[in-house]
């Protein structure tokens, strides 16, 4: 994403008073009580005057605390500035999240809404990342950036994409959307980056299926295991861990002594990846019991093949 940076463009307090009230000790009464008066009203105004200078006093300290807003421009080019030149990722997305809070029906801000995701992106923060991408996407739907919002959230799951022996909810979460991007942004630069992302997404699901597999196979929960490869082959026929779910599913179907699932998938195999090593195997597997690879006609392996116009 290219970023152009854009060209630029002593309070005192009060001090309290003391006010001291003085009890004289020969005092008339009625002297007591006009004094008491006089003394009374200077008390009032001095209360006045205290609170006033309080209130002035505390409205000096609000005024301190909420600073004039900047303009619009300045503070997004500071943004860059950070994001570009300091690399300080978190600090320049702040920056462009300020611009949304003091300008917040700008172009400026709906520009900025968008970087302040690119920044966290580049700083590897993808909860906040995800959270502004898609916050830009419910206020700006149609506009051009949209598609990278939609890439970015997308990229956010990708990049966090764990080893094939832990969970993989991130890995699906990061295919359903950038393949979002692909149905609703098909002609942009960004859709081509995301098709490859979610092969190599499907690519380690596949390899999940297939090490969870072979955990069952070497247990010997051979049903468990066919169930495994048999979701790499009818659902992820393209990715290059399929030539070995049809091997295992050769031997699994050979240990249980069920000879013409085994031919079949034996003879997909062939028919597909003929110079594949694990043909080999499956061949060697088949020919062991007394059999050759046959397909079967209607079979669920044949037709997992054809719909996606392999074999």
Known sequence: MVLEQLPLEDASRGNGSALMLLRGSAVRPVRRRALSGRVLGRVVVLAAAVMLSACASFDLFSKEEQPPDEPADKLYNNAVFLLNEEKSYKEAAKKFEEVDRQHPYSEWARKALIMSAYAYYAGRQYDD?????????????????????????GSSYFDQIPDVTRDQTRTERAMAALEEVTRKFPNTEYAVSARRKVEIGRDNLAAKEMDIGRANLTKKNFIGAINRFKVVVTQYQTTRHVEEALMRLTECYMALGILPEAQTAAAVLGHNFPDSPWYQDAYTLVRTGGGEPKEQEGHWITKAFKKVGLG
Do not use: F
């Not at 990278?148 to 959230?153: D, G, K, S, T």
């Open 129 to 153: 990342c995800i959270a502004a991408a898609k916050r830009y996407i419910s206020l700006h739907p149609a506009s051009a950036e949209a598609a990278y919002a939609q890439y970015l959230i």
